[in-house]
Every structure is written in structure tokens, then in C-alpha cells.
């Protein structure tokens, strides 16, 4: 009998397949018994009629729990009031295990009972459908820069020093070196890429000890980091826009019933097109004030006035040319205005948040080595990224996208814990 | 005018292009200076004459020294003879940054002073060539996977527990919780993975604290470990040898320039063709003996071993069912013969050795049960584990592939620290 897959059944109508998976649900009525089916690429309803099968199977379908795993032979039906579309009338069913009682039920549960079974909570629809939505966007991510020219370029994790501050680095014995930090950036590594490669990526899991407890901060999350070479702060906009109208749109034209499940606004993604709004820190901080927030000029945005600035669009917004002081040392100084720096950070629409940060780099050299001690940073530490101010040193820009903020934001879900498959954070380290 | 790349520079042949890099070589002969450009997708000589020119530019051209960034503007010529095919006949000259002095020149240097200085090494012809290889392989791996139903599933890097063993772990603090352990492996994640989506793929970053300095030893590299719900050992072995010839194919497809600047013997690699020999671990040991090495049956293979079995094939083999004592607590017991575990090696072939570690996993909540007693591993942290032979049990297996092995092998090079950006090893954490 030929095994197929439940998101395949579209193509077998008709025909005799079989499927493996688990039990998601059932009914039963007299003769019938109705099985809906799990097999990690959909669902399916599965009628097993006591006359089609032997007395055994129709007892063994009658008394499955949830999540025992069993397979099944039957015809395919394309039925619309199912859930999928399309049915299976059982001809042969074989139990694989029964399974214990088990502890996620159709009733509420809260968070922490949830996440202690995170390896049985993924196979819940909603966790289910956020997760091959995750798998979208990376997916997209590649794509994007593979056809674009860009190499990808893996950052190291242990590193010697710290991009962004000492306070919230973890750190690990490393041998007769001392300690290694994890990084929290691949960035300056990415730097060394694009001088090598032209345009590079550094995609992978970064680190952060920020004692912090909101709906926004992992202790691990994935980040993807292009760097281009020859690439002023348009460019970078240009690049940032056009990579992140992509994303969403790979995420609507092949995960749309993923993001019917989770009961997402789809014409909110819908308006996520080109261009986006371009406004500068000062601009930012217009709309602050206007909205009546306490908020002092030459500070970082906080959530709230995130959100105020970013729910006066449709779309993503780009806030670029910042106070140098907010911003981090490798920032490139403003030509037109030397108390800024040409940042730009991306917030998400719908009052999401901050989604990319980036900048154009400083390509001078004594300028860099002026801010390194400005920030008292230790000077021999960067010796080597200096280095690539010193032989040949060009114009360059890059940026850093946070892959659960944007899976957040695109399946419209409030807490970042959903979006990875065992979330790190401050007090969850389990399983 | 147009800027362009030097690896596009075959579809604007006769066109007046615009190319931005740094300056890799240059000789000068009177009226002529021959500038070759690297500028991250290839080299190109740019041919300055000097009635083309203003004369501060021909001196400028004269004067740029190794790694100097620079832009070149002139016409495309094929030319067969010219490195990569092409030259430019440039028409105009623009210095962006003249270099100091450039650390690495073409003598030879030893390997302690490149590792130190590997922000700058990447910029070299074989290192650039691993490198771009190193981005096809991992490409090619995700593209198999997310062409067969595969969902991406990324393992959590901090875990409260080890897969392997307690001695080669890197620790960190993780605030009120005590330790976490950077991940040796993703697999038992990826199990829980499997029962949710069918069939998935771990690919990160993974940790091994080994005192070991071996040409095959990194303390950070990556691994891709899928892992598939109802799949038996045989499956596992299709799957296996069609996942590497894939990404051979795909290499001699699309980095056949690559393999050249590393002078790989390419019919090696075009060996690599399915089906690939299985023999079990008795038939290993019997060419192991056959060739009279000291190998006492029972114990796992040592590189000279596993060189040893690898040498009788022209294509990778597959070692499988093992004693097992040698394999790990989480392996499926035979059926026919319980002192055997179903699980798989692959060894590369030329002699590279293990790149792959496979098995069917122990299904059976007993018998793991038992296994874990055995073994004496803390139950109570694998009690989330054997929830997965709790609630809806199958038959599954799954295999992790070593990314940095692999590339070594395919690119024909000895030791893995030069198949990633910046590789850690005991000793080595920086740049």
C-alpha cells in the first residue's frame, strides 16, 4: 500500500493510502468511529465503519487515547466540511502504541504547566502552526540573501570580548584562555566577511544574560546579520525594506493556513509592501510628544514609545540618524551633523517593536579609535577590527534582524516563549 | 555607469562597467599597469594605460599597494588568458583607502601567525574557496531537507542536562537556576521535534570541550541532525546516502571553480554516487584485521581504523549494527541479537573518516528505561525524554552530519580549522 502524508492527499484522491501519525481527537456514534488524525504535516479525519474493518480494529479505533500513534489504510475522499478537505474510510488500522493518560487536554492551562511540556505542546495546533511558520521565515531569510550575491558567513559563538557591554554576557571557562563569552552579535566578524566576500550573512544564536522578565527578551535567540561592503545608510534602507516585504510575503503566498490557524489579520500583512516610511530620531521623537509621553530628548525608545511612533503606520517604519550617544561605537559619525550617528532601527507595524537594528559603520580609522576611547572600550581587544580600517578600509553597512520578534510579529502572537522551540529565558532552563 | 560584480562581469562583455574591491596583485611596465581586483565574487586584471587616463590616476595606479580599496570604471573584454576570463580596459580610477603595509604577503607564513591574523586570511584565494564551498554545502543541506517535507527545528543551545557524557561539557551560570551546559547535540530535542512535525532538521552550533588538539577536533562546530517519525535503520541508511550525494553533486554543480583553486582531484568527488557499501561492524573489523592493525573487537574505531576501512571503498560506507557497549543509551537493541544497537557510522571516503553518527532510536519506554539505569544517567532529567515513549511511541531514527568534516572532506583539506571563519580549538580563541 502506498504511504503518503496527510498535506500530500490532495494528489491520492481516490486511490487507497496509507497514513502514520497520531491520535489529535475522536468520536464515536454506533457504527462509526471518527478519528482525526495527526501526522506532523496536517490533519485528517479517518472513518472507520465496523463493517469495513474486523471487530478488533473497530474495538482498538473505539478505545485510542490522545496521542497514541497508529496507522491506517483507507480511500481518499476530498470532503470540504472536514478539516483539511479531504477524508480517509478506513479499511485497516494498527495500533502502534497506546498512549498514557495524557497532560495537555482541550481545557486551559497556564503558561508554566505549558512550557514544562514543551516537547508535548508543539504538537498543538496553534504551537503546531507557529513553528512551520519559524521554518517559513528562516527559509525566506536564505533565500533572500542566496539569490542576492550574499555568502554566509558563521560568526564565531565563543568570543574573547564583548560587542555591546559587559553586564549581560554569559561566560564559560575556556581551557588556559580564560573565559570565553558567548557572543551577542556576530558583527564585527561579519565586518571581516564583507571585506573578504563582498556581501556576507552571519545567521545564528546569540546570547543575552538580561535579567529582564518581558514578552520581548530570550537569553537565546537566533539573529540574522548581512554586512555589505560599499554600502552607504540608503542602500542599507533599501536592502532592509526589500528584504523584510519579502519575508512577508513568502510567509502569505505558502503558509496561509498556518496563519488562519493562529487567526491572524491577514491584510495587515497584506499592506507590509514597499516603500517603507523612512523618519529621523528627531522626527521620531515629534510623534512622541505629540502623543502626550514623557519622554526626553537624546534617550533610546522605550516599548511605549516604540509603539506610539509605530502605530502611525501601516507599515514598518524606519527611524535613521541618531543621538551618537544612544548608539554603539562602531557607528558611523554624520557628516552633515557630528553629534549623530547614521543609524537605523525597523519597527514592525501594529505597535510590534523594534525588528532590525542597524548602520552604516565608521570606515575611518582615527575616528574608530576616538569613539573606542570615548566608550573606554579596551583598545587592544579590537585591534584586529581595526585592522580592517587599516588595509583597505571602504564605506559599509549592515544590519541585524531578531528572528523571534519577526516570528512574533508575523503570527501575531504576544510573547516571544512561543516563537522557538524550547525558549530560554531568565528562570527557564527546561527541558 | 553601471556597477557591477567580477562573477557578473561574463554578461556585460563590451559594456563600460563600474567594479568596486581591493587590490589582490599588480605589476607595472611603462605605459601599463596591471592592476588584479579582488572584489568578493572573484578577480579581474584591470589594465590601466596611461593615454587612458589622467596622470594623477596612472600614478595613483602605480602606487596602490596590496589590499588597497579601490574603484575602477572601463569596458569588458573576454580573455581567456586574464584570471577568471575577462579584463577591464578602465577608463577612470577612484582610490578609496590606500593600505598599510599588508601582514600577509605571498611567501609563506606559518600557520600560528595566519590563525592570528584570519580576519585578513579569509581574504586569500584557498581560504575564499573553502569558504564558498563551506556556504554551497550548507545550502545544499538545507535545500534537501526543505524539499522533502523536512520542518526546520532549532534545539535549544543552552540545556540543563548532557547527551554524552559529563566530561568534555562547556558550563556556564544561568541566574537562579545554576549551570547551563552549551549543547553537544540537538537529537533528543529533535525526537520531540519529530513526534510534532513527522520529519524535521536540528541545525546549529554545537559544543564539545575536548582536550583533544586532532586535525578533526573543534570546540564550536555545526551539525544538521535530522531526525524522522517512522523510519527504521534502513531508512535511516537510504536517506543518509542520498542526503550526501546530494551535496556532492551540488558542490561539483555549482563550486566547480572553487574545487579548482583547491586543486581537488574532482573524479574523487564524482565517485560519490548512490548506493554506497553497508557493512556491519563485524565486517569492519574483519578488514580492520585483515590489514593487521591491533584492534581489539568490542572497542570503537580509531581514525587509523576507520582510514583503514575507508580506503577498500571509492565512495563513503556505512558501518552499522555495533556492539552495544561502544553506542549510546539511546540507540535501538537489535531484534535478531541483543548485545547489537542499530546504530550507523558513515566514513567519508580518501580516508576523511566519520562524518556521520546515525541510529534507530530505542522506542520502548522498558528497555530505555533500563538503559538509562544502566548507563547511570540521572533519570529524573530524562524524564521529559521518556514522555516521548509515553504518549504515542513509534519507530523513529536520525543522524547528525559534522558540517566542518564534511567540508574538509569535499574540499580535499587536512585539517578542519580552516573549514569555518574563525575556528576554536583548545588554544585558539581568537581573532
Chains 1, 2 share one sequence.
Not at 542576492?148 to 584562555?177: C, H, K, M, Q, W
Not at 498556518?258 to 522626527?283: G, Q
Request: with cysteine.
Amino acid at each position: 500500500m502506498k504511504q503518503t502524508t496527510i498535506s500530500d492527499l490532495k494528489n491520492h484522491v481516490g486511490e487507497t493510502v496509507t497514513l502514520k501519525g497520531w491520535l489529535y481527537n475522536s468520536r464515536h456514534s454506533g457504527k462509526l468511529v471518527f478519528l482525526i488524525m495527526r501526522d506532523g504535516t496536517g490533519l485528517c479525519q479517518c472513518v472507520v465503519f465496523i463493517k469495513n474493518v474486523s471487530q478488533e480494529e473497530f474495538e482498538s479505533a473505539k478505545s485510542l487515547t490522545q496521542e497514541s500513534s497508529f496507522s491506517v489504510t483507507g480511500t481518499v475522499k476530498a470532503e470540504p466540511r472536514s478539516v483539511g478537505g479531504y477524508e480517509l474510510d478506513v479499511q485497516k488500522m494498527e495500533l502502534v502504541q497506546l498512549a498514557h493518560e495524557y497532560p495537555i487536554t482541550p481545557k486551559e492551562h497556564g503558561i508554566e504547566f505549558l512550557a514544562d511540556r514543551r516537547h508535548l505542546w508543539i504538537r498543538s495546533q496553534r504551537q503546531w502552526a507557529v513553528l512551520k511558520i519559524r521554518h517559513e521565515i528562516i527559509k525566506s531569510v536564505r533565500n533572500f540573501f542566496d539569490s542576492r550575491g550574499f555568502t554566509l558567513f558563521d560568526a564565531p559563538i565563543f568570543t574573547p570580548n564583548s560587542v555591546e557591554g559587559t553586564t549581560t554576557l554569559f561566560e564559560t571557562p575556556y581551557f588556559d584562555e580564560g573565559s570565553a563569552y558567548l557572543t551577542q552579535s556576530g558583527q564585527l566578524y561579519g565586518e571581516a566577511g564583507a571585506m573578504a566576500f563582498g556581501k556576507i550573512y552571519v545567521f545564528g544564536p546569540t546570547f543575552r544574560a538580561e535579567k529582564s522578565k518581558t514578552r520581548r527578551h530570550l537569553t537565546e535567540f537566533w539573529m540574522v546579520e548581512p554586512e555589505m561592503a560599499y554600502y552607504d545608510l540608503d542602500m542599507n534602507m533599501d536592502l532592509m525594506e526589500e528584504f523584510v516585504e519579502y519575508i512577508v510575503q513568502q510567509v502569505l503566498t505558502n503558509r496561509r493556513a498556518e496563519l488562519e490557524i493562529l487567526e491572524r489579520d491577514i491584510s495587515k500583512l497584506e499592506a507590509v509592501k514597499r516603500p517603507f516610511p523612512r523618519i529621523s530620531y528627531d522626527e521620531a521623537v515629534e510623534i512622541i510628544h505629540k502623543k502626550g509621553l514623557p519622554f526626553e530628548y537624546g534617550n533610546d525608545f522605550g516599548a511605549p514609545d516604540e509603539t506610539a511612533i509605530g502605530e502611525d503606520f501601516d507599515k514598518p517604519v524606519m527611524v535613521h540618524t541618531w543621538p551618537k550617544e544612544v548608539k554603539a561605537f562602531y557607528m558611523k559619525q554624520d557628516e552633515k551633523d557630528p553629534t549623530k550617528a547614521k543609524g537605523v532601527d525597523m519597527l514592525a507595524s501594529e505597535g510590534y517593536g523594534e525588528i532590525i537594528g542597524g548602520a552604516q559603520r565608521e570606515d575611518n580609522l582615527d575616528l574608530l579609535l576616538e569613539k573606542i576611547r570615548e566608550h573606554q572600550l579596551p583598545e587592544e581587544a579590537y585591534n584586529w577590527y581595526l585592522d580592517l580600517r587599516r588595509y583597505g578600509s571602504v564605506p559599509h553597512a549592515g544590519f541585524g534582524m531578531g528572528i523571534e520578534r519577526t516570528v512574533s510579529w508575523i503570527c501575531g502572537i504576544h510573547h516571544v516563549r512561543e516563537t522557538i522551540p524550547f525558549a530560554r529565558l531568565m528562570g527557564r532552563l527546561k527541558p
